[in-house]
């Protein structure tokens, strides 16, 4: 424990998709008390633990006031890298001070307005039930087909499948997937897609992560290994031809014989191809962020940088690309082309339109948000298909200036990347290769909670605004909400939210003292999700500390190698990341 200190923890549980950054703060001691105060946050993926992020705001002893929250972040703006969406955060009403803080939970701000300002409408109370309407809006999307890889799939297979990327050959009607597992060819000319070949067929080099054709030769990204040149045989086999090192690869894009890639070190190679079995590299472009993924049209290419937003390049000397642009979207995972606009998946800035009618000046019209962070998009005709882990998404981009949500459905594990053509969308979903269509002229609502657990300091009154939203192509009725601990009430700011709207849910806690294990229940009807769900409790158990109690100290060693102790870090923030990477 820390020495001379008391050291409260206010903590909560946020579930969601995508690894999201949320600055820290504390609850405020009162004053003239010892106390230290710690803000805690874990975010986790909703069906399976993926990623943590632990954020400790440590004041020295003796203090009692928080320095100034930082402003909040523009609409659709990211904070990292990767494309990490900041999110917005819960209020939390301090019952010493009367004052409101962020506690750290996933949600919405609180605002306060000029003195002139007319109160906002007291919170809806919804009926006391979770059922699902029974009217409920048809799900528009439809599982064509699909097939399973695991290492536990039996019979012959790939060892097992973790799909990074999936690209559809239209010439022979194939799909090529990429990742943990290598690089396979699919047969997908009936719904079900049926394997072909694969490489390798012995021991794993690692994961694959994006795949370009050109005539029977397969072009593969491997972030270890660099850029690996495979064969295709008459019989859909795949050997491997060459091997060019060159660690960080990431996004590929051919164009005539140049192959154009990515590199996560922050540079664009340039590949010659008069040697198809022997890629050379002939030109590197430094002084990217992250660049993800790139698309080529004409003599421009547009990359998706994580850390720049979307990167305009100029190909007119095809073996001298030069930067001429960026459009600052937030952190762009990917990039598909439509008719004079440009598609981004922003992260958790969400789907973004940018207009191209001056190629090299990008200019945002559109953006969609989804709660979650999107990290590809594919076109088919009007309908732009995207992905966020979770969820597979469906756009009407009819009107690219007005795109109109569809609706959202959720994968059986995670959707990491979609590519569409003939009317349906092929999705990489880890361990799946599914094929999926959407009915564009039948779109439902789409419930969007991003909490999914809340921690709750006990004895203490509080209170906690919850952003909802419904990310569907139709109106969203919100039917019912249960409690079951009394201590909690509930109440909705709007009980009907039309496409893309939103609205804060209110929880409170009146304080009363004992443990706190409940849930809330909250009834609408999204034909997919018809019940969320959010668990209400104040954590201990096994080796968790509760909120309240002292933190524990702990020692660690930094990535450079200086050792660290939670103890001698008084009056200074700590951040621990802990993560997982594809």
């Known amino acids: 424990m820390l020495s001379g200190c008391s050291v409260p923890i206010s903590a909560t549980l946020c579930c969601t998709s995508s690894f999201r950054q949320v600055v820290p703060s504390g609850q405020p001691s009162p004053r ?208 491997a031809v060459s091997e060019q090192r060159w660690s960080g690869i990431e996004g590929l894009e051919l164009v005539g014989d140049r192959l154009y890639a990515t590199g996560l070190w922050g540079d664009i190679l340039t590949f010659d191809l008069a040697d198809p079995d022997r890629p050379r590299v002939v030109h590197e472009l430094g002084g990217l962020g992250t660049p993800w993924d790139l698309v080529a049209a004409g003599d421009v290419a547009y990359v998706a940088d994580g850390a720049l937003g979307v990167v305009t390049l100029d190909l007119s000397d095809p073996d001298a690309p030069a930067v001429v642009a960026v459009a600052e979207v937030g952190g762009a995972q990917e990039v598909a082309l439509g008719e004079g606009v440009i598609y981004a998946a922003a992260g958790g800035g969400g789907v973004v339109v940018l207009d191209r009618s001056d190629p090299l000046e990008l200019i945002e019209i559109a953006r969609l948000s989804y709660g979650a962070s999107v990290q ?35 994968t059986p594990q995670f959707a990491m990347h979609v590519d569409a053509w003939g009317g349906r969308a092929y999705v990489g979903d880890w361990n799946y290769l599914e094929v999926w269509s959407v009915a564009a002229d039948a779109p439902a609502p789409d419930l969007e909670l991003e909490v999914a657990e809340i921690l709750v300091r006990e004895g203490e009154a509080q209170s906690f605004e919850l952003t909802v939203r419904n990310t569907g192509g139709a109106a969203l009725s919100l039917s019912g909400a249960t409690l079951d601990d009394p201590r909690f009430s509930v109440g909705v700011g709007s009980d009907v939210l039309g496409p893309a709207e939103e609205t804060i849910l209110t929880l409170s806690f009146d304080g009363a003292a004992g443990a706190i294990d409940a849930a809330l229940c909250l009834a609408s009807d999204d034909p997919d999700l018809g019940q969320a769900t959010v668990t209400l409790h104040s954590g201990g158990g096994g080796s968790n500390e509760a909120v309240g109690t002292p933190a524990p100290d702990f020692v660690l060693q930094g990535l450079d190698g200086e050792t660290y102790q939670l103890s001698e870090e008084l009056g200074h923030p700590v951040v621990l990341i802990y993560f997982a990477t594809w």
């Open 32 to 239: 003239n008390s010892t106390a230290l105060p710690v803000s805690l946050l874990m975010a986790h993926h909703t069906r399976e633990l993926m990623s943590v992020l632990l954020a400790i705001t440590l004041l020295s002893c003796g203090k009692s006031e928080l320095p100034p929250p930082p402003e909040a972040p523009s609409p659709g703006s990211t904070d990292s890298a990767d494309g990490v969406d900041s999110g917005a955060s819960v209020v939390d009403t301090d019952p010493a001070t009367d004052e409101t803080v962020d506690s750290g939970v996933e949600g919405k701000t609180g605002e306060t307005g000029d003195p002139g300002d007319t109160a906002p409408a007291p919170p809806i109370a919804l009926p006391d039930s979770c059922e699902q309407p029974e009217a409920t809006i048809a799900l528009p999307f439809t599982l064509l087909g699909d097939v399973l890889y695991t290492e536990d799939t039996p019979g012959e297979q790939v060892w097992f499948m973790e799909l990074t990327e999936v690209a559809v050959d239209v010439e022979r009607q194939w799909l090529w997937g990429a990742g943990q597992g290598g690089v396979i060819a699919f047969d997908i000319s009936e719904p079900t897609p049926r394997r072909l070949g694969y490489f390798p067929a012995g021991d794993m080099p690692g994961r694959y992560y994006r795949v370009e054709v050109a005539g029977d030769r397969v072009y593969a990204a491997n972030r270890d290994l660099g850029l690996t040149t495979l064969a295709i045989g008459e019989d859909a086999s795949l050997t």
């Open 376 to 410: 590809s998009v594919s076109l088919d005709g009007d309908v732009l298909w995207a992905t966020s882990q979770e969820d597979l998404i469906a756009v009407d981009v009819s009107d690219p200036r007005a795109p109109v949500p569809i609706g959202t459905v959720e």
